[in-house]
């Protein structure tokens, strides 16, 4: 998929859309500082006696558990009231925190000023956007917008700042709509979108490897209205304004809710068991460090574990990560550490399994 382009416009555009100008950061890069398992690499292509093909595919989620900053470049503040009341439902939902902030930097950063258009950068790809340009756009807030309108279009711009697609490009929509493929190109070319806009924004389904998702889901807050007049036969969605079901179990395991705490861990100490004892969950265990020494931090036991460490003194900055480089399908990390504050997050390798570990920190002889 093409990478910084922003999407939406659930509303018709008066012109094409554009992309937000880019910092030097590329997007592979921004996502994969940002939280390891958003780089994904396949297995080769086995057997068929074709080319032997490695893929790697790259997802956009945030680090679990970190604080998103939120800044308004302009609007009316009844507007943006607003528009902060609805953003925060997330935080109920995704184990992440907005902040809502007036001065200096910030993540992402909300304008009023491109009348018509509605979009939002898609997870990390926010922090590719050059620091004075807007990551998202609303383009028909006014004092006057029902609460509903604002409720749909509020929600469905954070579900993409978190890092959620359309759901019409949800890999398992393939073949699910029966577009009628030119009167759509003909619909959206009156609203000044070429087709490649179109392809881009409604045609093209994401790669099975590049997506964590769920079944199609019509009843999306991700999803687009549908109209019959579009579609083949009769099928047709309405506009939806509430998260569905499957949207909030699919964010809650995207952005698990920390399960016990953070556990502090003793330096040289005896080694720590725990238990991954649901699908998706994390677990984060805090050291410090008082002089700089060699560390080697690891996980034992029967599951395959993927170790993260983060710091220093910042515990959403990912420092380095492991997965197979210990005994069996356990990881270890070796690392000379500056002195300073530093947490091990552990997690399944596969985000539906289960079970036990240890997990230990020491310094190297
Ligand atoms: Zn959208």
Redesign the pocket.
């Given at each position: 998929m093409p990478t910084t382009r922003k999407?939406?416009?659930?509303y018709p555009p008066p012109h094409a859309a554009h992309p937000p100008a880019a910092s030097t950061r590329s997007s592979d890069q921004a996502a994969t500082d940002e939280r390891v398992d958003n780089i994904r690499i396949l297995p080769l292509a086995r057997g068929g006696g074709g080319p032997v093909r490695a893929a790697v595919e790259r997802m956009k989620l945030w680090d679990n558990g970190r604080t998103l900053r939120v800044k308004f470049i302009d609007g009316l503040p009844e507007v943006q009231a607003k528009v902060q009341a609805i953003a925060r439902e997330w935080e109920a939902i995704a184990n992440l925190k907005l902040k809502f902030v007036t001065t200096g930097a910030a993540e992402i950063r909300i304008s009023f000023a491109e009348k018509g258009f509605?979009?939002?950068t898609v997870g990390t790809d926010a922090l590719t956007v050059a620091a004075t340009e807007a990551t998202m756009n609303y383009g028909w807030l006014e004092p006057s917008t029902s609460l509903r309108e604002y409720q749909r279009v509020v929600r469905?711009?954070f579900?993409?700042a978190l890092g959620m697609?359309?759901e019409h490009q949800n890999p398992a929509a393939q073949g699910q709509i029966p577009w009628d493929k030119e009167k759509v190109y003909a619909h959206y070319a009156q609203q000044g979108w070429t087709r490649e806009d179109v392809d881009f924004?409604i045609f093209q389904v994401y790669t099975e490897d590049s997506t964590n998702h769920t079944a199609f889901d019509p009843a999306s807050i991700?999803e687009?209205a549908i109209p019959d007049s579009l579609t083949v036969g009769s099928y047709a969605v309405g506009w939806n304004t509430d998260f569905s079901p499957a949207d909030i179990e699919f964010m809650r395991k995207q952005y698990p809710m920390a399960s016990a705490g953070t556990v502090e861990l003793a330096v040289g100490g005896p080694r720590t068991s725990a238990d991954l004892a649901t699908a998706g969950e994390v677990d984060t265990y805090h050291f410090d460090v008082p002089a700089a020494a060699t560390h080697i931090m690891t996980t034992e036991g029967p599951s395959d574990t993927v170790l993260t460490l983060h710091g220093p003194n910042d515990s959403g900055a990912v420092l380095a990560w492991d997965d197979d480089r210990g005994q069996g399908l356990n990881a270890r990390i070796v690392r000379k550490l500056q002195p300073g504050s530093y947490w091990l997050s552990v997690r399944h390798k596969n985000a539906q399994a289960t079970g036990t570990y240890t997990v230990g920190v020491k310094k190297s002889r």
């Open positions: 999407i939406c416009s659930p509605s979009w939002s469905h711009e579900g993409h697609i359309h924004n991700m687009y």
